[in-house]
């Protein structure tokens, strides 16, 4: 369950990712034939870049993708290696949970004075931008707790269960 939402919301990310590729395509095909530009289009990419990295953040940590440094802790004995495992998870889901409630101030405070990506005319709010902060930093935060429970109960983690039962083999 936990799994499947982490990525069910990192399908936000590429979709962002996407639509900035698409957007640096067109403004610059914009700019070299028609010599003009997407309005607000270098703030776009800017703040599209947000939910690039937030909303993917929390999936990778279910798969260990960036807390994790092999080279070193495989050299050290197994219940070591949980322990390290353990201790790097509780202290991530300790900084990412305060981050996660400084951001979601942070939203309350943009939304609350309507703040603005430039002060052009056309420009656009940006608190859903500091609502993608928010939701990626407790997102992370839920995934550091899960992958707490995860190692210290011993279960295995749910994609590699999930591709076994596929195949056709039941659990790991």
């Known amino acids: 369950m936990v ?12 979709v962002c990712l996407l639509i900035t590729a698409i957007l640096c395509t067109a403004d610059a095909l914009l700019s070299k034939l028609l010599s003009t530009s997407i309005p ?11 939910p690039v990295v937030f909303c993917a953040i929390a999936y990778i940590q279910m798969d260990r993708g ?3 440094v092999d080279l070193i802790c495989r050299k050290f004995p197994l219940a070591l290696q949980k322990l390290i495992r353990i201790v790097g998870d509780v202290l991530g889901a300790l900084v990412c949970g305060f981050a996660g409630y400084c951001a979601w101030k ?7 004075t309507v703040a603005r990506s ?4 056309n420009a656009f709010v940006i608190w859903p931008f500091a609502a993608f902060i928010a939701l990626g930093f407790l ?8 992958c707490i429970i995860r190692d210290s109960v011993g279960l295995v983690r749910e994609e590699a269960a999930e591709m076994e039962e596929k195949e056709g ?4």
């Open 106 to 112: 942070l939203t309350a405070d943009k939304l609350r």
């Open 169 to 172: 083999g039941g659990t790991i």
């Open 40 to 50: 607000n289009g270098t703030e776009w990419v800017t703040y599209l870049n947000i």
């Open 118 to 121: 430039s002060s052009a005319a």
């Open 139 to 146: 997102l992370v935060t839920a995934a550091f707790a899960w």
């Open 66 to 68: 960036h807390t994790s």
């Open 3 to 14: 799994y499947r939402t982490t990525w069910a919301v990192s399908i936000i990310s590429g």
